[in-house]
């Protein structure tokens, strides 16, 4: 992956900005609500390519092995195709009980059409992704970087028609959704009220 790669990283100012507010308020809630938290860490993709000299020599099922390494895998495969239910009925079982997919909303609904029409392409994808049952994560839509905030109808209509039974996380890579205050307070609070996770992604480039 290209995404973020530097020639010098030693030139990279790697100092993190302080957190949001909303941050310190959400932590104390988990708290005092005595709330379950936990950490998933994992990968993007688990195939021998992409993992080069990560799995011992002789490996027979890449996904069998790297489960026992980490407890979730981000799913990218999803974003390209959609697979058939008895793909995912196999990956199911392949990993433990504590194991959690995060699989990726097709580009369909997030490139091509940009949240036009995603009624029409969603089902197909959702029918999938729920065979993974008690090992479903969050579901993770990620935004194409020039879908700025002149699509903020797309985003209202598409989170407020999502099913509350489904955990969803949207990435924006636009910067222009965060550099505005206004704009990221009505996006904030879109998500906020509707249970939607926001993912921040960073890179060194």
Known sequence: ????????????????????????????RFKEEKLEFSVHVGCAKWNK??????YPRGTKDELVYYAT??????????????????QF????????VDFKFFPKVNQMVSHMKRL?????FLPE?????????DKLGTIFLQMHN?????NFDRVVAFVESWSKELPLAVE?????????????????NLLEENNVANILVDTAG
């Open 1 to 28: 992956m290209k995404f973020g790669k530097v020639n010098n990283p030693e030139n990279i100012d790697f100092y993190l900005c302080e957190d949001h507010p909303n941050t310190k308020k959400t932590l104390a």
């Open 172 to 188: 924006f890579r636009h910067t222009d959704w965060f550099n505005d205050e206004v704009v990221a307070e009505e996006l904030y």
């Open 116 to 120: 036009i029409d995603f009624e029409k």
């Open 146 to 150: 020039n879908f700025g905030p002149k």
């Open 69 to 86: 390494q980490f407890n979730s895998i981000e799913m990218n495969s999803t974003f390209y195709r959609n697979f058939p239910i008895e």
């Open 125 to 133: 994808y959702l029918d999938g992704v729920v065979h993974f049952k």
């Open 89 to 96: 009925e196999k990956w199911y079982d392949k990993v433990p």
């Open 49 to 54: 390519q992409d993992l080069k000299n990560f």
